[in-house]
């Protein structure tokens, strides 16, 4: 079946750094992506849609300045948290999804702590 | 996409089969029910979907009512690997693919 890899699996970095998370679909390719959040003991969040080739949308309430996503291809997607706070301290989970849209792969997540 | 509805959690007894209900009492005619499962600190994993017709796989049972309000997922013999939180999603089915928003699920606790 379809598998989505993300990397890395868990990240520990200073306050006021950026961290990079890779999402990568490893058997087809991905037209559409999905960044979403998920802090402990709640629901995932959606942040993001990255479509390969053109600008991400955002949700409301998601600075698309500080969260910078990039699609350059059908099979990678990465999320750069910049200038990462304690606050930004979360599990952040990719998905990707197929034209047919039948099912959405998911990642394992990463889980970035910022200190 | 339409809003569901589940328990927020629930618990089965190892090998009995666990239920889980999900109301969406707000889905069009081109929605479809999906089940995902999120066991700790891993990313979502599919289950099953379906359009009005009951459906099963390998993992489980999808039963969906005539009025399609409501559908119930079956995990015919469950095990402690399946305690996980389970999520019932309505989406419609597009040319190409739309978001998935999750609600708070149900947290199965599958015990001895």
Partial sequence: GAVVSQHPSWVICKSGTSVKIECRSLDFQATTMFWYRQFPKQSLMLMATSNEGS??????GVEKDKFLINHASLTLSTLTVTSAHPEDSSFYICSASTDTGDGYTFGSGTRLTVV | DAKTTQPTSMDCAEGRAANLPCNHSTISGNEYVYWYRQIHSQGPQYIIHGLKNNET????????????????????????????????????????????????????????
Avoid at chain 2, 70 to 82: G, K, V
Wanted: proline share 2%; hydrophobic share 35%; with cysteine.
């Fill in chain 1, 55 to 60: 600008k991400a949308t955002y949700e409301q």
């Fill in chain 2, 57 to 112: 796989n390998e993992m489980a049972s999808l039963i969906i009512t005539e009025d399609r309000k409501s559908s119930t997922l079956i995990l015919p013999h469950a095990t402690l690997r399946d305690t996980a939180v389970y999520y019932c999603i309505v989406r419609g089915r597009v040319g190409t693919a739309s978001k998935l928003t999750f609600g708070t699920g149900t947290r199965l606790q599958v015990t001895l």
